[in-house]
């Protein structure tokens, strides 16, 4: 069945090619498509266009419809082109005419935007709660750690005294800051874009507030040729915040392969978290980081894809536009699997509270000495060249003093509590949007 049947056969090759994927991944949408349907199919009621008794057998029918979604019993059945189809195939099976009609002022253009729309909205949101605990985890693991030294790096040369507390909590500022992107995103996903047709409006006289209200949208997507022209940019948008959250989650990743080899010791992941070799009885690999690490490089392509399969196109719609399913669902779940991922690494690790007992980390202090020395009125250059001049010849030595750092951000003053208060600001309100598709479906 296909919502364009004219009555004629298309080759069995060619409809092969043109579906595509389209079967196995509306599957994702059907929820959306539902929704879509229902706040659709109450707007033509309200211009006069479906009876009160269509109606209401619609609205019956989708509710079953629904059901079966929640339920992991919706299929798209062998000759059903995508969603659009089978939802108005069971629709006109239930409802006789009625289901017929419900596609009134509508192109299939405006169901796949729609659809995507409300689909990448329930998807940030399950994305967000992911992103939330782990940065949870990594501000819990920071404050408990924040006294714990530890060496920072540059150049991968030994420079200054870190800290587990701060290591780790750079790592929940990071996120923070992809919330704010993700915020972004999701201000682009929550328009409306039902009622554009093919991009050219109807002339059926549609309310598209009633349906961006009912929802939960927070505008509408207006000019109905720009509504159509979102199908790529909104994928392109909300992929790149998720390739933000992918280099957080990987440039993670990489530390704790790093830090977990035997030449640093720094961290250990429980056996559970770690695999072996088939030749060296002693192996313990941090495999799921290595891979996290892999996935989250990957991740951070994705944009570059969907630029790619729309670029150069001119306005309206092209069925290009297909292919950016195949790039764009999967990507939720991959996301979602390495931030959940990172979280139970993190929770489980074991640190190493002693690294700074070993002598290569002796120079860790020099600048520490510089600035004692400047404290007690020795010129900045002056001081560092004494200092320099110690390491070089082999007299420098450290007294083994308790370090005091009190700026902002610094070992000794993580500004915790203004991190928390920068993820809470760029957390985004889904709340709206929830009751929205709630009261829908009531």
């Known amino acids: 069945m296909k919502l364009w049947d004219k009555g004629y056969s298309t080759d069995a090759f060619v409809e092969e090619f043109t579906v595509g ?53 919706f299929t798209i059945e062998d000759g059903v082109e995508d969603v ?15 289901g017929k009609r419900i596609h009134t002022g509508r192109s299939r253009n405006d169901q796949v935007m729609v659809d995507i729309k409300l689909f990448s909205r329930s998807a940030i949101i399950a994305l967000q709660k992911s992103v939330e605990e782990l940065f949870s985890t990594l501000m819990q693991k920071a404050d408990e750690w924040k006294d ?100 957080t989650v990987g440039r993670l990743a990489q530390d704790v392969c790093l830090y977990s080899c035997a030449n640093f010791g720094f961290v250990k992941l429980p056996d559970a978290f770690t695999t072996g070799s088939s030749i060296m009885p002693h192996k313990k690999n941090p495999d799921i980081f290595e891979l996290t690490r892999a996935k989250c490089n990957r991740m951070q392509a994705l ?22 399913k195949e790039i764009y669902v999967p990507a939720f779940k991959e996301i979602t699997d390495v931030v959940r991922m990172a979280k139970a690494g993190i929770e489980q690790m074991w640190i190493n509270r002693d690294i700074l007992a070993n002598d290569i980390y002796k120079y860790l202090f020099t600048v520490e000495d510089v600035n004692d020395a400047v404290a007690k009125g020795v010129p900045f250059r002056d001081a560092y060249r004494e200092v320099g001049m110690r390491v070089q010849n082999g007299t420098y030595e450290h007294d083994g003093r308790e370090l005091n750092h009190t700026h902002e951000g610094s070992i000794g003053n993580l500004c915790l509590e203004n ?9 985004i309100d889904f709340a709206p949007a929830m009751a929205a598709e709630e009261e829908l479906m009531r």
């Open 21 to 73: 994927r389209d079967r196995e991944l509306d599957l994702y949408l059907a929820e959306a498509d539902v929704l879509g349907n229902m706040a659709h199919m109450k707007m033509l009621h309200s211009i006069g266009l479906l009876s009160q008794e269509d109606h209401d057998a619609l609205a019956e029918g989708l509710k079953k419809i629904y059901a079966q979604v929640l339920a992991g019993d």
């Open 303 to 324: 944009p570059m894809e969907v630029t790619l399969v729309a670029t150069n196109l001119p306005s309206g719609y092209f069925r290009d536009m297909q292919l950016t």
């Open 419 to 427: 991190i928390r208060q920068k993820f809470e600001r760029n957390r």
């Open 84 to 98: 659009h189809s089978q939802v108005e195939f069971m629709l006109t099976e239930m409802c006789g005419d009625a």
């Open 148 to 247: 714990v030294l530890m060496p920072g790096y540059t150049h991968q040369q030994v420079a200054m005294p870190s800290s587990f507390g701060m290591w780790l909590s750079a790592y929940a500022e990071a996120l923070a800051d992809d919330m704010l992107m993700l915020q972004a995103a999701y201000k682009l996903v929550n328009t409306n874009p039902l009622g554009s047709g093919a991009g050219y409006g109807s002339s059926v006289p549609l309310n598209r507030t009633m349906t961006t209200r009912l929802l939960g949208f927070d505008d509408l997507a207006y000019n109905s040729m720009y509504a159509q022209m979102q199908r790529g940019k909104t994928e392109r948008v909300v992929l790149t915040a998720i390739a933000a959250i992918a280099a």
